[in-house]
């Protein structure tokens, strides 16, 4: 067994002075008052590690051409069956910027140019190849507004209007209920249905998560709307450009969650023009849970913890803050083994030269899993 003296910790919900973090192997095996009788490791300011719910790292990869990236495919605007994974590639140097800065997990996605682009993984930004990095499949990427119409010289059917890329959900939505249908009544068997529809009756049971890329209140009705008739229960990505708290009343009498972000990017397109990071006091206070993200690389994910700072500005506690990095996203996201630094959870947290609420603040030493990953 090892130990961190933690002089503050941050565990991911509160705030605890003067305690050890004990583990052995992956897990951490205790937290106590009393010094262990074990080798301690350091000591200082220990924060969970931070999960960025939204990116794109490994994909688009830093130091690259656009033209390298591989986030989006062109080959049609539905395609359920791709799955970012296998696009990444761990030699992305912002991996290391990442894990420097204590964001040691990433849910990488496809982009939004295509209505559903495939499936986004969690993975560990400290592995060295995709078999170590990944963790597993964490939900279907979707699209609305202006990305997905936006990509009409692409191959395959492409919609020109939000109306087009709506009416292209619904009706492959609708398949997929009619065949759901036939096989209740045994008409059909599942070997007798093609995999994009068996994928697609798969998102309307629930068996996989839908991460749905929206930024503008009225798609967010139209996806509301989805999930009234089809009964999905999808998370928001983004919402940039939510503004009035008429829409948060609308997302939390469904229970939804909210990934929130990209903070401190430039709203270049036009359903960006309510953004504003006055914004995130309405999305504070609406009761919606939701956690924050970086949607690497429109901001890098090395800043992401340093977007806490505007909800500070309307009042959330430190811990809160650390919760919106931390605990937030395990929990939206179903991350039983993430998110705190607690007994029975795996050993990945940083420690820090002083609280990393100060603007000189870094990671002095970060542990993946229980092994050094990082030491300044």
Not at 2 to 26: H, P, T, W
Not at 237 to 254: A, L, P, T, V
Not at 325 to 336: D, H, Q, T
Request: charged share 25%.
């Amino acid at each position: 067994m090892k130990a961190i003296k933690a002089n503050l910790l941050y565990d991911g919900r509160g705030m605890q002075k003067n305690v050890y973090v004990c583990f052995s192997g992956e897990r951490i095996t205790d937290i106590s008052g009393d010094k262990p009788d074990c080798e301690i490791l350091g000591e200082g300011i220990v924060t969970p590690a931070f999960i960025d719910p939204h990116s794109h790292i490994g994909l688009d990869r830093a130091g690259e051409p656009g033209a390298e990236s591989e986030a989006n495919d062109k080959l049609d605007s539905m395609i359920p069956l791709g799955r970012a994974i296998d696009g990444v590639y761990m030699d992305d140097h912002a991996f290391k910027e990442s894990v420097e800065n204590n964001v040691l997990y990433s849910v990488v996605l496809p982009g939004s140019g295509n209505i559903i682009g495939g499936m986004g993984s969690l993975i560990r930004n400290f592995s060295k190849n995709r078999k170590d990095a990944f963790v597993k499949d964490i939900g279907v990427k979707m699209a609305l507004g202006y990305n997905p119409r936006s990509t009409t010289e692409w191959k395959g059917t492409r919609p020109t209007t939000r109306m087009g890329v709506a009416a292209i959900i619904r009706e492959n939505f609708t398949l997929a209920q009619k065949a759901i249908n036939l096989m209740d009544k045994g008409k059909k068997t599942i070997d007798e249905i093609d995999p994009k529809t068996e994928f697609l009756i798969k998102l309307i049971k629930g068996e996989y998560r839908i991460m749905c890329h929206l930024h503008k209140e009225d798609d967010a009705l139209f996806l509301m709307s989805l999930v009234d008739h089809f009964g999905i229960k999808p998370i928001i990505n983004h919402g940039m450009d939510f503004h009035s708290s008429e829409i948060f009343q609308e997302i939390k009498k469904r229970d939804l969650s909210l990934v929130y972000g990209p903070l401190d990017s430039h709203p270049y397109k036009v359903e960006l023009k309510h953004e504003s990071w006055r914004n995130v006091e309405l999305v504070q206070k609406s009761g919606v849970r939701f956690a924050l993200i970086s949607d690497h690389p429109v901001i890098l994910q090395r800043t992401l913890f340093l977007t806490t700072r505007h909800f500070m500005r309307f009042g959330a506690t430190k811990e809160q803050c650390i919760s919106y990095v931390s605990s937030r996203p395990a929990e939206i996201l179903g991350l039983e083994d993430l998110g705190t630094v607690e007994k029975g959870k795996l050993a990945s947290f940083s420690v820090w030269n002083k609280d990393p609420f100060e603007l000189d603040a870094y990671p002095t030493m970060v542990f993946g899993e229980g092994n050094l990953v990082h030491q300044e």
